[in-house]
């Protein structure tokens, strides 16, 4: 961050004189008289630098944050350990450069970390190819359904209630201008009810999109609902954790054709809601109508190794209308963190929080149930959140326990109004023993006001 930069008014001048203009509003001159402010605008007199800093500082006291707050939410958005090391390699200004290496010959550090990072992602999901990231697990879910759309020349796409919500509100908001029907498969027990599946698939159905650890936490049985899309000549879409990957079956071997998910809990931080990352992978057959762009690894003519942008099917290095996307972009430096993270780790550390966190959740549900203030909702295998029923109404509960500095669990009910008083928490690997012990001393105490 740029924390000085100095302009003065005879600067100014000089930089008029060089342009041929005499004033800051000839800069401005298509610009009609009527919209322009008449009057200065109600601001505070300047202040010091040393006046501003502290009135900065002052302003960032009043957010919350988790270096003061323990978190039990997720719903999409994860608490995990960002390993020191990541932070300081981001902050190096080479990693700050164009988000696309237009010459690929001068850029051979960022397509390598592209590249290391789409066999990551490859590796992970079981899948045989990998794009360079998109804008986040929302959009390349809905970039997902829309590919089945375009490679299968159909325009309806089947997607289980159990899958996040917001991510679904994202689908329908793009299906609704490229003329494609979302059909929702409902849920029981938690789970998608297969026999509603089978019921809803038709001849017109490009895709099924399946979530696994779905948004309650639960995991699905994808190989049977892949069976059962693929037997209808549908494609089968799934949108998983990355993290929940180290410990199950990859979605490519249970018949997944196309992975995508979000990828901020690969070492990028919660941020208030972004900047995340959505990763996207899909088999070989698929490949040419994948979403953004392909790194690949090749030989120069010294027989060195070297790497090149093997596909790019966007608009802006094709013509709009052959373009797999109008997304433009990547999450480069995300995408940047998620490849340290994973390299960090290794197989066996990614496995290691993957079970830290299954154990801590399943100890925790176990605790809160033992209070006799909670009761079970779904009785099904889950990963590292799980819905729980509490005997007071959410908002009380969370509100006691936030004056507890405890950021408590996502009330259901916004989303699923059948599920009145239920809360879905999350318990990764930064959460301690004591800490999930004293969550469930206070959410116990009813009469704790």
């Known amino acids: 961050m740029t924390k000085y930069m100095g302009l003065t008014e005879s600067d100014r001048e000089h930089m008029l004189k060089e342009i041929g203009i005499e004033s800051m509003r000839s800069l401005f001159s298509d610009i009609p ?9 109600n601001l505070k007199a300047a202040l010091s630098e040393m006046e501003v800093m502290k009135s900065l500082k002052s302003l960032a006291e009043k957010n919350d944050d988790l270096d003061h707050f323990i978190c039990f939410l997720g719903a999409g958005a994860y608490d995990h350990y960002i390993p020191a090391a990541i932070g300081q390699l981001l902050s190096r200004q080479e990693f700050y450069t164009a988000y696309t290496p237009y010459q690929p010959e001068i850029s051979q550090g960022t397509l390598q970390a592209i590249f290391e990072y789409q066999t990551m992602i490859c590796e992970l999901t079981g899948m045989d190819v990998s794009n360079a990231s998109m804008y986040d697990g929302a959009t390349s879910m809905t970039e997902a359904a829309i590919m089945a759309t375009e490679a299968l020349k159909k325009s309806e796409i089947l997607i289980s209630k159990s899958v996040n919500p917001e991510s679904r509100q ?3 908001t793009y299906a609704q201008f490229r003329d494609i029907k979302i059909i929702e498969v ?6 998608t009810d297969i026999d509603d599946l089978k019921k809803k698939l038709n001849e017109n159905t490009a895709a099924f999109l399946q979530q696994s650890p779905n948004f309650f936490g639960i995991i699905e049985d994808l190989a049977s609902a892949g069976e059962i899309a693929h037997a209808n000549n549908s494609l089968f879409i799934v949108s998983a954790d990355p993290v929940s990957l180290a410990l199950l079956k990859s979605p490519g071997e249970l018949g997944a054709d196309i992975v995508v998910g979000e990828g901020q809990s690969l070492g990028n931080p919660l941020s208030f809601g972004g900047p995340y990352l959505g990763f996207f992978a899909t088999k070989e057959k698929w490949m040419r109508k994948m979403p953004g762009r392909i790194i690949g690894q090749t030989k120069d003519k010294e027989g060195k190794r070297g790497f090149v942008l093997t596909l790019q099917t966007r608009e802006q290095h094709i013509r709009r209308e052959k373009a797999t996307s109008n997304i433009c972009s990547n999450q480069g430096l995300n995408a940047l963190a998620a490849s340290m993270y994973m390299t960090f780790l290794g197989k066996e550390g990614l496995k290691q929080v993957a079970e830290l966190c299954t154990q801590k959740a399943h ?10 203030k909670f009761s079970q909702i779904y009785d099904k295998p889950f990963f590292k959140e799980f819905t729980i029923k509490s005997k007071e109404p959410v908002k ?15 009330s259901l009910s916004q989303d699923y109004p059948e599920l009145v008083d239920s809360s879905l928490i999350c318990v990764t690997e930064k959460r301690t023993k004591e800490e999930i012990d004293n969550f ?3 959410a116990a105490k009813l009469n704790e006001r």
């Open 396 to 410: 009380e509960l969370n509100s006691r326990l936030l004056r507890e500095k405890i950021i408590g669990g996502y």
């Open 186 to 191: 409902n849920i029981i027990d938690g789970q």
């Open 33 to 41: 008289e009527q919209v322009y402010l008449d009057g200065k605008l």
């Open 363 to 372: 100890y925790m549900y176990d605790e809160l149930l033992k209070t006799e």
């Open 440 to 442: 469930v001393r206070k």
């Open 170 to 172: 994202v689908l329908k």
